[in-house]
């Protein structure tokens, strides 16, 4: 199957004041259409600066990025950015937050909004305003906004990482849902593990800084996915047996196992 986005020989570095800091080295990674990739590795590694080149946010790098045969060379609606904080307009209702720049007077528009306020699970919310809403609400509004643009890639940088357990949980589930039923491509930067392997098709790992690609890890394991099970634990196993000192990774270990 054809790759939806290539990498290759993706370099990064940054000028600083103490001098020249090598984030990324020698990226390689084909990304077909639909799969869902998870990014882990240490804090510092690059997972964030990978996603804003992917993203064309960054274009200052060697190597070449390829979305759909075409070069990333700027920012576009082909590749949605989740962040780790929601960002949406105060002032807007959740409706008019996901139609932003588009007016809800189309009836297409109005259609594709209460269509995505379904699959994200806000029905009966469309004119709450953000701090009305608890964090996993806003998040799954940004998600919307973001899909609403139909984009070819979603780029999700860590968007769990600031909520509650139970909350991360659902939220889990509720991107699951969106990716099962719209099967957008994914690509997802967490520091937790298990978030990992119960998302993925496959776990990308990557090593410290320089940041580089250490293993690719198939997840072959069917949905609904039970994360006590054995063949989740092997597969969590494996993942931290690629890590010599996984404690000085910063790797989130929430299992409790």
């Known amino acids: ?56 946010l960054d274009i200052d790098h060697a190597g070449n990025v390829l979305l759909a045969g075409k070069q990333v060379s700027a920012p576009g609606i082909d590749k949605g950015f989740i962040f780790q904080e929601p960002r949406l307009f105060p002032w807007l209702t959740v409706e008019k937050n996901i139609a ?28 709450s305003y953000p701090r009305e809403l608890s964090g996993g609400m806003a998040q799954r509004v940004s998600i919307a906004r973001a899909l609403l643009r139909q984009p070819q890639v979603l780029l999700l940088d860590e968007p769990f990482g600031a909520l509650d357990a139970f909350t991360r949980s659902h939220m889990q589930e509720v991107l699951l849902d969106i990716w099962q039923e719209n099967r957008t491509t994914m690509i997802f930067v967490t520091h937790d593990i298990d978030e990992a392997i119960y998302l993925a098709n496959r776990v990308v790992i990557m090593n410290a800084r320089p940041g580089s690609i250490k293993r690719i890890v198939p997840i072959d394991l069917p949905y609904p996915r039970k994360k006590a099970n054995r063949s989740f634990q092997e597969l969590r196993h494996l993942v931290l047996n690629e890590f010599e000192k996984v404690d000085e990774l910063e790797l989130v270990d929430r299992s409790g196992i």
Request: net charge positive.
């Open 1 to 56: 199957m054809t790759a939806l986005l290539t990498i290759s020989q993706l370099d990064k570095t940054f000028e600083t004041p103490k001098g020249v800091t090598h984030a990324l080295k020698d990226i390689r990674l084909s990304v077909r259409e639909g799969e869902f990739i998870t990014v882990i590795g240490p804090s510092g590694c690059g997972k964030s600066t990978l996603l804003k080149i992917i993203a064309g």
């Open 100 to 127: 932003a720049n588009l007016s809800l007077r189309d009836p297409a528009v109005r259609s594709r909004v209460q269509e995505l306020i379904r699959l994200v699970r806000l029905e009966g919310f469309e004119k």
